[in-house]
């Protein structure tokens, strides 16, 4: 697996400071190819600063980095797709001309970078906006447009630091249904994001860093589990009578009203079939009785609030 063969990032032993404050400490991350990663985090964690030295648009005060199997180099840079949190166009460019000169960035040749530009402007429905200063697009449309000039020389990494931010849920699904279709043509995808539904959606493997630290790596299925048999499970529970039961804290840790039911959290310790024995004897009717994997939402509160 630490093959540089199988893995687009490797970092080892990552630290860096910005005076007292630490960003990364310690830090390990292996991404291996052609997998979509995902790297969560609360504010201020040490996400982007992560993602800034593995394109080396700052340095590590130590630790070594392996991008594309070595050292990041002019070459390596052209394989790469970084679309930034804070989003930067030229404004006074048409969107069409901007495209292509970020193409050309990339080691395009005109011609090609006009053609695939206009091709994905036309798919994300942008075509008539081809010929108009970026300016004039809305806040969604320029997201859109610097989405383009991200993966439009093909990239073999692919680094989105919160892409779907800003978007409404229609742009999101096509973003998303992308994503998917690069990392489908070998193409390895990290992306770091407070929506940890489409993280759930997208991820193969996840990251969490917290106060500078890692504290979650693995597959998804891996982290569930982990959660699973840590006790952070829910039942879904819908109830007719008496729902004093849900108050005995010798049971239940908490319960979240969602409307047609409730989502348990049990006590240490305590099994699922000891809360439907108590809702027997209860003399309750149970209309539902699901046990419930943690969602990455849920494991994502749980190590926050850690």
Not at 97 to 118: H, I, P, T
Not at 150 to 168: A, Q, R
Not at 247 to 272: I, Q, W
């Amino acid at each position: 697996m630490d093959s540089p063969y199988n893995l687009a990032i490797r970092l080892d032993e990552i630290y860096k400071t910005y005076g007292d404050k630490v960003a990364v400490e310690g830090l390990d991350l292996r991404v291996p190819r052609a997998t979509i990663c995902g790297l969560l985090g609360p504010n201020g964690a040490g996400k982007t600063t992560t993602i800034r030295i593995i394109l080396d648009i700052i340095g590590a005060d130590r630790g070594s980095i392996s991008v594309l199997g070595g050292t990041l180099s002019p070459v390596t840079r052209d394989r790469i797709g970084y679309l930034p949190e804070e989003r930067g166009l030229y404004p006074k460019m048409k969107v069409l001309e901007l495209l292509v000169f970020l193409g050309e960035l990339k080691g395009m040749a005109r011609r090609s970078a006009a053609e695939r530009a206009a091709a994905w402007l036309e798919r994300l429905g942008l075509g008539e906006w081809a010929d108009k200063r970026v300016q004039d697009l809305s806040r969604g449309m320029q997201q859109k447009a610097q989405f383009i000039g991200t993966v439009l020389h093909e990239p073999d990494l692919l680094i989105l630091d919160e892409p779907f931010s800003g978007l409404d849920p229609l742009n999101v699904d096509i973003l998303k249904e992308i994503v998917l279709e690069q990392r489908n043509r070998g193409v390895t995808v990290l992306f770091s994001t407070h929506n940890m539904d489409q993280a759930e959606r997208l991820c193969e493997r996840v990251v969490m860093i917290k106060d500078a630290h890692k504290v979650l790596d693995g597959t998804l299925a891996e982290i569930k589990q982990e959660a699973w048999l840590e006790g952070q499970r829910q039942i879904l529970l819908s109830l007719e009578g008496d729902k004093g039961l849900l108050d005995d804290r010798a049971l239940v840790k908490s319960v979240e009203d969602r409307g047609t039911h409730v989502a348990v959290s049990l006590r240490d310790g305590v099994e699922p079939q000891q809360l439907l024995e108590a809702a027997v004897r209860a003399g309750v009717l149970v209309h539902r009785f699901e046990i419930s994997e943690p969602s990455l939402h849920e494991i994502f509160v749980a190590r926050a609030r850690e």
